[in-house]
């Protein structure tokens, strides 16, 4: 194969992945604070929770539009197929983003807001669901024709392994979202977090293990992958270094430090997410499409390169600058 | 109903409704961005804090437009793959780097500074406040730049050939420079300035009217005023411009837009039709009310044509647009719209020279004040109207010429479609009364005069702690009802 033709779709792929990471971590404790919601006592903690993402959720909620567009313009073969045959997934995601989306203004300006705390809670726990449904279905593998379009039928993308996959999932925002909200909140407000993650570590935990575990033995494509070499390190490696990293976040939850357990929880995320990405490459479709045979021509990934690479620092500087200054604790529901 | 099976039929529904329905977010807060960007730079200018409480009261509707604009806008760049797969397929390699760069340039800059421009007033110096709220006007106007971009591509494909149903990029600037693009960034950045220009003048006149913080209120009017002087003409010359290519390019656009069946030749008078009922079925217009040489006189300011003017029956019935009506009249409501600013901003720039609009006469111009309560929706109506001209006329290609709409959908049965456009039309019809209930609640309230002024001097507001930060421990309504 042209040097080009092979480094170009790597160089996108690398890309996606960091755009996707940096999605399901940010919109990860997003949706996680949203989930958690739905077990405020009252409204003023409720206010509390919203305060704490409202100048960051769109910016988070972006990097999504992003990923979209990147997938869509790099990968269009792999952008039609997947959305395609995750019709339901994706619409169930976009109706629970588009309620919690309006919840953060309405919720403020209505006078009762039981319907709004509902509209953000449920939201953010479906465009969790529909997010978990998609990338155990997308890891379980999507019926493609010889041309790579979707072949399959509606229902595909629903299987036990896909519901295993959304449960975990939205465990792992629960937890992201209680270790942000540590490092947001303090008193009792504090304290609860501390439970909820420490709880959320735990069923994380227990969905990674099935996971880990059914994967080669349900899998067969992945098998055979998994226990050839260089996989088989890694496929080794990854859950004796995540037990190592759940096993240092339970501790630093136990010493009730602040921002530690926040830090550790990104470290698993990454390498969860370095781990899959590590099994699923070169394929964009696992199993049946490669990055290779879905890529737009070179010229197209190069025009974008030229426009949409260079961007990348900087749209991580001037959210990094958002973030500095609303660092600190939240204390009551409105920013002044 | 024949149509509750067609996946296309539904599918193309689906799009138009969430488009139709999205748009009247985003049109606001573009033009409004711009608005906040002038009334910030005249207080940092004056000091003069009424036009601080300016930019805190009118970024109030816009954030309520913003959240919902956002909402309802990721569901258009997922509907491509999952509802148009083949379109995707066919022509990602541009028209998804268009929507990428969209989403990296314009939607991210916008994101990346909105918390600050909402929240930061007494996080930041003023300067950096104001550096955020250009931002944000520019990301949002880089938007329109990127979609019209990828829209106008799909009106005039160019920079490239389609080679087994792909299309192939030969040259990526011919592409992004295609002939629709320029003049219809144009149309659309002076519609959506026109639309929030003539929303803020209208909730303006409306404060006037009723007598409340009227001096308050004629310092926003007369800015909108002031800028829609330039604009409304200027507007009426960029659509003039657009008709001229949409002649050029798209020939059967122009004739669905005129209801013209027959080819007018080269050298004759074209007559103008005011209104007219066209039967597709009998190929004829059942009745119209014509302008003679009207066509000639807005196509090449003199009665005869100097080329000939396509009919639709020059082309064969499948390639001609469906719903003549629709985009005939659509066309019309947005000509009549734009002329009717242009006259309000008229009469209205002759009453300020003539001293009538100082706060203390202004509240006496109640006719003046009434029509621009009138026109504060109208500007939505014609950028709809514009888009169901742009887009319906453009059938039945999805891109023009190349893949018709047909060809560009996806794997998917109905019955799915079906229910995701009832989900479409029962939850936007809901968040869109929503969005009218609280957006009136906060006109309602009106402006907070109260607030505190940020200072310049003593403030260093990075070393600001956040246990500086006092809450208000006050239920949220008394927080903003409790000022005088």
Redesign the interface.
């Known amino acids: 194969m042209d040097p080009l033709a092979q480094f170009l779709p790597q160089v996108w792929f690398f890309i996606l992945a960091l755009f996707l990471f940096l999605y399901v971590m940010l919109d990860g404790f997003d949706l996680g604070v949203g989930i958690l919601s739905l077990t405020s006592s009252n409204e003023e903690r409720r206010?509390i929770l919203m305060t704490s993402l409202?100048?960051?959720w769109?910016?988070n909620?972006?990097w999504?539009?992003?990923m979209?567009?990147?997938?869509?313009?790099?990968?269009?073969?792999a952008?039609?197929?997947?959305?395609?045959g995750?019709?339901?997934p994706?619409?169930l995601m976009?109706?629970g983003?588009?309620?919690r989306?309006?919840a953060?203004?309405?919720r403020?300006?209505?006078?009762r807001k039981l319907f709004w705390n509902y509209a953000f809670g449920l939201g953010s726990f479906l465009a969790a669901l529909g997010q978990g449904f998609a990338l155990g279905s997308v890891l379980k593998g999507i019926t493609v024709d010889a041309a790579g379009?979707?072949?399959g039928s509606?229902w595909d993308w629903l299987s036990w392994q896909s519901v295993l996959v959304a449960l975990t999932l939205i465990q792992g925002y629960v937890l992201i979202g209680s270790t942000y909200l540590i490092t947001k909140t303090e008193g009792e407000l504090q304290d609860t977090h501390y439970r909820t993650a420490k709880i959320a570590a735990l069923t994380t935990l227990v969905g990674a293990i099935f996971i880990t575990i059914s994967t080669p033995i349900f899998y067969e494509s992945a098998r055979t992958r998994l226990f050839q070499e260089p996989f088989i390190y890694i496929f080794a490696a990854v859950p004796l270094l995540g037990a190592l990293l759940i096993w240092l976040l339970l501790r630093s939850l136990s010493r009730r430090q602040e921002r530690a357990p926040f830090i550790w929880t990104i470290l698993i995320f990454t390498l969860t997410f370095a781990g899959l990405a590590l099994v699923v490459f070169p394929y964009i479709i696992p199993m049946s499409v490669t990055i290779y045979q879905a890529a737009?021509?070179p010229?197209?990934l190069v025009?974008?390169i030229i426009?949409?690479g260079f961007?990348?620092p900087i749209?991580l500087a001037?959210?990094i600058?958002?973030y500095i200054?609303?660092?600190?604790?939240v204390?009551?529901?409105?920013?002044? | 109903m024949d149509f509750l099976s067609d996946t296309v039929v539904l599918s193309r529904l689906q799009f138009a409704l969430t488009a139709i329905f999205h748009m009247l977010w985003p049109v606001l807060t573009t033009g409004m961005g711009i608005f906040l960007v002038i009334v910030e730079g005249l207080w940092l200018r004056t000091r003069n804090p009424a036009y601080y409480h300016h930019a805190r009261f009118w970024s109030k509707l816009y954030v309520l437009n913003f959240g919902i604009g956002v909402a309802t806008g990721i569901p258009m760049e997922f509907q491509f793959g999952t509802n148009w797969a083949a379109f995707s397929e066919a022509v990602g390699d541009f028209f998804g780097s268009i929507l990428g760069f969209e989403a990296s340039m314009a939607f991210m800059l916008e994101a990346g500074f909105l918390g600050i421009m909402l929240f930061g007033w007494q996080r930041v110096h003023p300067y950096i406040h104001y550096f955020a709220t250009i931002m944000v006007a520019f990301g949002a106007n880089l938007s329109t730049v990127w979609i019209l971009i990828a829209n106008s591509w799909m009106q005039t494909p160019a920079g490239g050939e389609f080679i087994n149903g792909k299309f192939v990029v030969q040259d990526y600037f011919q592409a992004l420079l295609n002939p629709f693009s320029g003049h219809s960034i144009l149309h659309m950045f002076f519609a959506t300035l026109e639309t929030s220009l003539f929303v803020i003048g209208g909730i303006s006149a409306w404060y006037i009217l009723k007598g409340r913080n009227q001096e308050f209120f004629s310092k926003s009017l007369k800015i909108a005023l002031a800028a829609a002087v330039v604009v409304a003409p200027v507007q009426i010359w960029v659509g003039h411009v657009s008709g001229e290519q949409v002649r050029r390019y798209q020939p059967t656009k122009l004739a669905a837009m005129e209801s013209q069946w027959e080819t007018i030749p080269a050298g004759q008078a074209a007559p103008w039709s005011i209104a007219a009922w066209p039967d597709e079925k009998g190929e004829k217009n059942d009745w119209d009310i014509a302008v003679p040489g009207g066509l000639g006189y807005i196509l090449e300011f003199k009665p005869a044509l100097s080329e000939p003017v396509y009919g639709l029956k020059a082309y064969k019935p499948e390639d001609r647009p469906p719903l003549v009506w629709l985009i005939f009249y659509a066309f019309r409501i947005m000509v009549g719209i734009g002329f009717f600013f242009v006259a309000l901003m008229a009469v209205s720039a002759v009453q300020w020279l003539r001293g009538k609009l100082s706060p203390e006469q202004i509240g006496s111009q109640r006719w003046l004040m009434r029509a621009w309560i009138l026109a504060a929706p109208l500007g939505y109506i014609a950028v709809e109207c514009g888009w169901i001209v742009r887009c319906v006329g453009r059938q039945p290609w999805i891109v023009y010429g190349q893949i018709r709409t047909a060809e560009g959908v996806s794997n998917v049965p109905a019955s799915n479609v079906l229910t995701s456009l009832t989900f479409f039309a029962v939850v936007y019809t809901f968040l869109f009364f929503c969005v009218l209930y609280f957006g009136a609640r906060i006109l309602q309230r009106g402006p907070n005069l109260n607030l505190p002024v940020p200072d310049f001097e003593g403030q260093l507001p990075v070393e600001v702690e956040p246990a500086e930060h006092i809450p208000d421990s006050r239920p949220a309504e008394a927080q903003q009802e409790a000022q005088p």
């Open positions: 206010g409202s100048n960051v769109d910016a909620e972006t999504l539009v992003i979209g567009g990147a997938l869509f313009g790099a990968f269009p073969l952008y039609g197929t997947i959305l395609n995750l019709y339901i994706i619409f976009i109706f983003l588009i309620f989306a309006v953060f203004e309405f403020e300006h209505a006078k379009r979707f072949a509606t737009a021509a010229s197209a025009f974008m426009f949409m961007l990348i749209m001037y959210n600058f958002q200054v609303f660092r600190g604790k204390t009551g529901g409105h920013y002044e």
